[in-house]
């Protein structure tokens, strides 16, 4: 066990979709140096995460282990890879490597903290590499729906690791580096012990379409669109959103980015310099002096968020702008699972108001950026690696991609969150299982997963909440009656006469059968009222709901 | 306004997909004779109705005017159709009529609520008759996905009416009766007013698809399958609950039926002769001791329910059942939107114990059971209506079927819930607006959707809720410290202490500046009381809770 080692642990993003962190280390078992491949978020949801704002990983391993943590690598500037940078900087405080856009980001992030920008280091794409602690790590661009992503060459004692970052195989991808097939078997020649591959899209059986295709559909869209076009699409997606506002530009229509993420990720992408022949862009306040036809607005919120442009312009006026009967808005997106009904909702609120939806059912107007199984197949054969490491994907993802990589002949391991992979030997294996999860940013503090906070919540939301209050005398005996509040309840049931009065009736009733072991014990009394609130709840309107007992004593 | 007029209103399923319920009408303005079609559910979500058991149309407008409803009419047998009947039995009373098969879920229903099963008579097809009130009402035969789905012939004095149903154009659909197009121009030809027609699938540019093709796929997928086999789709597909159980047979695995949903399903086929030839079913006690190569589960729960069949089976041992590696796992259906989430929950939980997940991603596997946009306008040709209204669709729906009905140089009207629609003369007019909305079953008791009820639960949910208890003595000052109990909030914010003791202590302090005009006035304290909480709160940990400020004074 004193010898040295490469290992590999996921800590967010094998195991499902968001909040990715990948921990590599090298050197003696529990003394490894490591280095953190991304730091991303997950968004909450109504179902089971209500009233958080943002999903992190839990990262209580590595603030324990935060003196072996040499940097954080990041590998593209999705949210669900950079997204937690800020939030966590403080807890680890390392240095960050990126390349330019990508650092850019981060550095907003980390300022919205407070943070200086020079704790990100930005890096130079492949052949250029940095030395960070035993491992020496290398860019290799690659095409994703963002600029800029990368892969990472890693290079250890024990071997080299091509960590894939998000990718799919894009020749043209329009902004950003392509698709190198020749570079990276360049990279993979000398022997590539494992291949750390982006699963989310193996269940996909065709090949994946490249971000050209989008280009002509949109131009003809918008060319014959009679009054006023809104475009969404996801901000990041630099490429399309320029694809969107050439095809504005063409039809002689003056461009409008609406929403603070469309306009921060241009204004990156120029800045960076990945970008340099966008159309000219008008602000929204002159929108208004300009004909309805030769207009066209590029805006966020294209997964529905209630706050985002898309849903404010389908509820009514914002920015001044209002859209009418004959309008077109085209969603240059899909939909990620989870988000439909918010989407939905929004193609109806345009309908009401006339306005024409156009969306990607029929796959003209959006390409995935993930690559499908047909790609991860070619990636393989590229790279030619020792090891297949599926991540970023579900459970179902990860197991299938190990699938078609054994079906293939190569060696995989199904790796989820939590699990420590020993990479130094012919055959991977399992060194150790860290305890991992998730922790919640509510409004402005982080709360674990499993807190029972949240789970509150949600009980609140499921069954509603009762509170009872009751004061004793200074000889313990009950002063007046039990007061009820309900709060989410319905406020008359069977009887027919208001659930507060039979509540309160059903308590004083138990109050005046309790005897002075009940009356004085605390917990004793409490217990008593919370059940019959629950029974005559359930008796009268058919819920149990949560119940919170006040008792003050006078004594 | 005194001659007598056709009117339609629609109360459910007009602006919405789900809780159908129609109106038709004959006679003088206000003095119509009434039958109402369909009375469904919809289900709710945490969303936007989280603890609420079912959604039914308010049925306000209906009770109000109960003296004229001469009829519930039910077209077929899906629960957004005839879901709400036991519940609003009591409060409308009228005669409902159905085909056999739907007569006896409708009567089970019915039977849940003690009523008696003669409330529900059964009519037999085309071209037999009822003559109810001014209406004479014919059930004509059509492909769904559900046996006997009728379309309606409404004869009135004013002229026919053909009301679809929900339905496809299936010459095969295996179970109950084929779409048969010389039927339907046969009762057409003597001229239709109004085609009220199902608009669920018109955004589908292709033709429908049979429920003929799902078998052979079906059939080789469960023959190559090494060991237990489990399928789930919508219990109330008869046909392809026997297509499933077919393939099995033929494979020579003995057919369990698990889900009360599922046998109930069944049951009704067969009890009604419209089911005949169902492989044998043995009882799920008798599976254990069959070896699991020789066995198949067909379940419900194909929309991730949490507590139907396949929820169970993914979570663990249920029915003595356990799934196992290499067991296959078929979904034959589709995901509703809003369902995926809870279905690739499942999907992971199958993964995670080494069951092969199979869905319907690339159509084999499922077909719809609504007409797609061809479809329709092979319709609209066979019965020549004068006026198309489309009805069962969310307003997108409506709208676009409207669209593509006046390309065809057809008369459209869009009518949504609550739009009283006169259809006498020979251009439609909106003759009034009724008021329409939602109500909840929540728990055992009705409530309605703008109560108030579940916005708290809501708020509560996404905010927490925090108590405030304060004891006001004889001389109305605060005897003691204000108590609070915290309900879904963190514990600790900024201060780094307990947020309670934050929250008593500033409590205190406002109490301590607050005069007689503040502590005397029981809105004033509970309000200011409120105050601090929420701006403590918001300082504290970020987030403004729901708060409730109990007073008790002892004076």
Known sequence: ??????????????????????????????????????????????????????????????????????????????????????????????????RAFTANIARHKLAE??????????????????????FTVGFLPISHSIPESSGLVIDSPAGRIVHTGDFKLDTQPLVGE??????????????????????????????????????????????????????????????RVRTL???????????????????????AAVETGVLKDFPP???VEDAASIPRENLMLIVTGSQGERRAASAQLSRGKFNGIELKEGDLFLFSSKTIPGN??????????????GVDVVDDSMGDYH?????NRPDLLTMQDVVQPQIVVPMHGEHRHLREHVKISKDRNRQGILAVNG????????????????????TYLDGSVQIGALDGIVRDRIRMALNGHVVVTLIMDEEDEPLGEPWVDLMGLAETGRSNVPLVDVLEADLGQFLGRSGAKTLTDDDKLEEGLRRVVRQTCNTEIGKKPEVTVVVSRLS
């Open 178 to 239: 392509a698709w190198d097939p020749d570079l990276w078997a360049d990279v993979s020649k000398a022997g590539v012990k494992a291949l750390v591959c982006d699963s989310t899209n193996v269940f996909t059986p065709t090949a994946g379409r490249s971000e050209v295709i989008v280009g002509p559909a949109v131009e003809k869209l918008v060319a014959e669109a009679p009054r006023l076009v809104v475009a969404t699409t996801f901000a990041s997606n630099v490429a």
């Open 367 to 371: 390409v995935s950026g993930h690559a």
């Open 340 to 353: 439909e009904k918010g989407v939905i909702h929004i193609m109806n609120q345009l309908s009401e108001k």
């Open 419 to 438: 699990m420590m992979i020993d990479l130094t030997g012919n055959a991977p294996k399992v060194a150790e299982y860290i305890e991992t999860g998730r």
């Open 1 to 98: 066990m004193s010898e040295e080692r490469l290992i590999y642990l996921p800590l967010g993003g094998a195991g499902e979709i968001g909040m990715n962190c990948y921990v590599y280390g090298y050197g003696k078992p529990g003394e490894e140096r490591l280095i953190v491949v991304d730091l991303g978020v997950a968004f909450p949801d109504m179902d089971g995460t209500p009233g958080v704002d943002l999903i992190l990983p839990d990262i209580t391993w590595l603030k324990a282990n935060k003196n072996r943590i040499e940097a954080l690598v990041i590998t593209h500037a999705h949210e669900d890879h950079v997204g937690a940078v800020g939030h966590t900087f403080e807890d680890l405080g390392v240095p960050i490597y990126a």
């Open 245 to 267: 506002a050439e095809a504005g530009a063409r039809a002689g229509r003056s461009i409008v980015l609406l929403g603070r993420a469309m306009r921060r990720m241009v204004e």
């Open 113 to 134: 903290y407070g943070v200086e920008g020079q704790a990100v280091k930005t890096c130079s794409p492949w052949p250029e590499t940095t030395k960070i602690g035993p």
């Open 281 to 283: 862009v008008v602000p």
